[in-house]
């Protein structure tokens, strides 16, 4: 399987076949063209996941001599929840790689959910000489006042009726390269996770249909499909929410039994490969990621890496959910099954 090795993170890469929807067999990484970068998170609370990468097939610097053009980008990003902290490292990033930035958030500039992060944080986009737009991404035209990019990434979108108007704009704009970041969470349960793509995915899942859309309308393409990220300024309680527990001292209350599997990523690590498909458009297209580690952690474990990083003590408390009347969606960072 291709991987791209980070510190926190593996990532996996698959190939669309020309002839099918995006339902994939592993053969292309972008693994061979991040010799420059660094994968490195600025919290680490995994432990080390260290493999040597074992796809067959790989592209060396040495055989495609590769010189980044800088692009033009446009960020199209979601106003809330966990995917809102993607768009704001992958400008960042591209920032400081000498791309143009403008990241458009969906809604307006002057509303409540700006004041949270990652968004309480946009100067450090536009002191970096990006720029930041707001608005309805069904006018994106409109919002954007004619600009022209090379690449657009949605960020934001989960069903076909909101990202058919920027895909449409986007190819009827000579944009040449279009990145959608979907979800891990389409893939149906499986009794061996991590997920790897060409595992099953639910067919009524709304991003299933905006991956076939955009394979459909542009020939080059990328869809990356993250699970849980974590980061400094994320707009939805992952590790923090372990972390505010354990620093005041508090039992930390986990659903269950404790050892259900999730899967963490850091978002610098997506950030940096969405930065490499922007920067080797050729070795991205047609590719599907899935933005996970190679390894599984449980509930458990993972209040225990974030108490071990913290240098504190734990308290770890299971309890039924049904039985103390607490929706665990909304009393717990994960979804449990």
């Known amino acids: 399987m291709a991987t791209l090795l980070s510190s926190s993170s593996l990532i996996f890469s698959s190939k669309l076949p020309s002839n ?24 680490s609370i995994s432990p080390s996941f260290l493999t040597s990468p074992t796809s067959t097939k790989r592209l060396s610097f040495s055989t495609l001599n590769v010189k980044a053009q800088k692009k033009k980008v ?5 106003n809330s929840g966990g995917h809102a902290v993607i768009g704001f490292y992958f400008a960042k990033q591209l920032l400081g790689s000498g791309h143009e930035v403008t990241i458009m958030t969906v809604g307006e ?36 006042a004619g600009a022209a990019f090379d690449v657009v990434l949605d960020n934001n979108g989960k069903d076909i009726d909101t990202v058919r108007p920027v895909v449409d704009w986007a190819k009827s704009s000579g944009v040449e390269q279009f990145l959608f970041i979907s979800s891990a969470g389409i893939y149906k349960p499986t009794d061996e996770p991590p997920h790897v793509e060409g595992d099953i995915v639910k067919a009524d899942a709304g991003h299933v249909g905006v991956e076939t859309y955009i394979s459909e309308v542009f020939g080059s393409w990328a869809i990356f499909r993250p699970q849980y990220m974590i980061g400094s300024g994320n707009n939805k309680d992952c590790e923090e929410w372990f972390f505010d527990r354990i620093v005041r001292d508090r039992p930390v209350p986990i659903p269950g039994s404790g050892m259900q599997l999730t899967n963490i990523a850091h978002v610098r690590d997506l950030s940096s490969m969405l930065t490499l498909a922007v920067e080797n458009p050729a070795a991205a297209s047609g590719n599907i990621f899935n933005c996970v580690s190679d390894r599984a952690v449980t509930l458990d474990g993972m209040a225990k890496l974030c108490a071990q990083a913290a240098g504190r003590p734990i308290n770890i408390v299971h309890y039924d959910p049904k039985a103390v009347g607490v929706d665990a969606k909304k009393a717990f960072p994960f979804v449990i099954w």
């Open 109 to 144: 500039e002057n509303s409540d959910k700006m004041k949270k992060p990652p968004f309480s944080r946009f100067s450090e986009i536009t002191s970096a000489g990006g720029k930041t737009l707001w608005g309805d991404p069904a006018e994106v035209g409109k919002v954007v």
């Open 20 to 43: 099918s929807s995006p339902s994939l067999t592993p053969t292309l990484s972008l693994s061979s063209l991040s010799q420059s970068y660094s994968f490195s998170s600025s919290l």
């Open 74 to 78: 446009l960020i199209v990003n979601t």
